[in-house]
């Protein structure tokens, strides 16, 4: 039975570039809420160039977040609306050199991986998991360069490490999701604190300080 990294190999030899969100569910032939975050995502966290100003990982978070929805309403099978199913995903970036090292990650992940504690995979625990990934799918969203591809390539690792069932990785990808959220808190923060002391240079001064009075 081919793993999905054998199918990604299969899609990388094909001639065309641009499949629809439905096209790639049919191909990968799963109607698992994961498999699809997987699929929307994997094309997005192999690292290149921002191209979109901070755009282009938009439609993978959306759709990441209504699967994240349904997860949490226990719905069983995905439901997609029409107008996501048939949004277009450039794939062609797996036809590329960077591709070939995050196979050899995926090669040597998936060897380490076994189907293990699959207790843990209760509806309880797959909503804990599910709630993780929502301030990543927002991160996602934001219209910022270099809030983009880590978040994204949180997401795709613990829906890779979930379609495994392998229950002591998947808590290390929860932490390194969890890793995620914090560093971009951390700089947030930061980042707010020196513009809001800085706030009468960038406002022209319309906002002043007063301490400084």
């Not at 293990?116 to 969203?141: C, D, G, H, Q, Y």
Request: glycine fraction near 4%; charged fraction near 20%.
């Amino acid at each position: 039975m081919k793993t999905i990294r054998d199918k990604i190999l299969d899609l990388r030899k094909r001639k065309q570039n641009k499949y629809s969100i439905k096209q790639l569910v049919e191909f990968f032939g799963s109607d698992s809420h994961w498999a699809i975050i997987f699929i929307v995502n994997f094309p997005m966290s192999i690292p290149s160039p921002p191209y979109g100003a901070g755009f282009e990982t938009l439609p993978s978070g959306f759709v990441t977040l209504i699967l994240v929805y349904q997860i949490l309403l226990g719905y069983k099978n995905v439901q997609l609306p029409e107008f996501i199913s048939k949004k277009f995903i450039d794939i062609s970036i797996i036809k590329t050199s960077s591709y070939e090292k995050l196979d050899k990650a995926l090669k040597w992940i998936e060897k380490h991986l076994k189907k293990r504690k699959t207790e843990i995979f209760n509806p309880v625990f797959e909503k804990m998991l599910a709630i993780s990934i929502i301030p990543n799918a927002l991160l996602m969203m934001l219209p910022i360069i270099l809030t983009n591809w880590l978040p994204c390539v949180g997401i795709t690792i613990m829906s890779f490490v979930y379609l495994f069932k392998d229950g002591y990785i998947i808590f290390i990808s929860l932490l390194f999701s969890w890793f995620i959220v914090a560093f971009y808190l951390i700089i947030f923060i930061f980042f707010g604190s020196f513009l809001w002391k800085k706030r009468h240079i960038w406002t022209f001064g319309v906002l002043k300080d007063k301490s400084k009075k």
